[in-house]
């Protein structure tokens, strides 16, 4: 024994459900065609027996003569029988494998309807990202922005440039705009959470 002979017997082995198919087929119909032949061979026999009744009953064959070709048409019709029942085990083997191996296309054909719509998904996900990741940067450049003019106005009510009560209307709006920063930026952080975790996979 080699040393590969005891390794993955699985992949040495498998045989893509396609195959099965394709192969079962050719001998379905085979072996369908040779079932209905048998049928009507028998059907032949059976009509031939009667009729040899028939001769018995009217005289035209002896007792003797019927007997003897009875048995010869009765000894076909046994092996025929035989025969049909082995093509019949054979179909019904070859129905189950089929329905088997169609049940599997099945399920792989769901399989990877499923990966095509997850990786559907991953790509939508992906631009999405990106363009929420512009975004938060956006979020961040205002932010910085806001600071800035903060910084402005503080320096420019220290020299005296700006009255209290126009500081007080710019920090109030200021703050109102880093309200509704934190906000947009909380909802943006939240849904870049939920793309990242859907193309990670």
Same mark, same amino acid.
């Given at each position: 024994?080699?040393?590969?002979?005891?390794?993955?017997?699985?992949?040495?082995?498998?045989?893509?459900?396609?195959?099965?198919?394709?192969?079962?087929?050719?001998?379905?119909?085979?072996?369908?065609?040779?079932?209905?032949?048998?049928?009507?061979?028998?059907?032949?026999?059976?009509?031939?027996?009667?009729?040899?009744?028939?001769?018995?009953?009217?005289?035209?064959?002896?007792?003797?003569?019927?007997?003897?070709?009875?048995?010869?048409?009765?000894? @076909?019709?046994?092996? =025929?029988? $035989?025969?049909?029942?082995? !093509? +019949? &085990? *054979?179909?019904? %083997? #070859?129905?189950? /494998?089929?329905?088997?191996?169609?049940?599997?296309?099945?399920?792989?054909?769901?399989?990877?309807?499923?990966?095509?719509?997850?990786?559907?998904?991953?790509?939508?996900?992906?631009? @999405?990202?990106?363009? =929420?990741? $512009?975004?938060?940067?956006? !979020? +961040? &450049? *205002?932010?910085? %922005? #806001?600071?800035? /003019?903060?910084?402005?106005?503080?320096?420019?009510?220290?020299?005296?440039?700006?009255?209290?009560?126009?500081?007080?209307?710019?920090?109030?709006?200021?703050?109102?705009?880093?309200? @509704?920063?934190?906000?947009?930026?909380?909802?943006?952080?939240?849904?870049? &959470?939920?793309?990242? %975790? #859907?193309?990670?996979?």
């Amino acid at each position: 024994m080699s040393h590969r002979e005891g390794s993955s017997p699985e992949d040495q082995f498998h045989i893509d459900p396609k195959e099965i198919l394709s192969q079962y087929s050719v001998e379905w119909v085979s072996l369908k065609r040779s079932y209905d032949e048998l049928k009507k061979q028998l059907l032949t026999i059976q009509a031939e027996l009667t009729g040899l009744d028939k001769k018995l009953q009217s005289g035209s064959i002896s007792e003797k003569e019927h007997i003897r070709l009875y048995q010869e048409k009765w000894s @076909e019709s046994t092996q =025929l029988i $035989q025969v049909k029942r082995e !093509v +019949e &085990a *054979r179909l019904y %083997e #070859i129905q189950r /494998e089929i329905r088997a191996a169609n049940k599997q296309l099945k399920q792989m054909e769901i399989e990877r309807e499923r990966r095509e719509r997850i990786e559907q998904e991953k790509s939508h996900a992906m631009i @999405e990202w990106m363009s =929420l990741k $512009q975004g938060f940067d956006l !979020v +961040e &450049a *205002r932010r910085a %922005e #806001i600071n800035a /003019e903060s910084d402005k106005i503080e320096f420019e009510r220290r020299s005296g440039k700006i009255s209290d009560e126009k500081y007080r209307q710019n920090r109030v709006d200021q703050i109102r705009q880093l309200a @509704e920063l934190r906000t947009v930026e909380s909802d943006v952080k939240r849904r870049l &959470a939920e793309l990242l %975790e #859907i193309i990670r996979g």
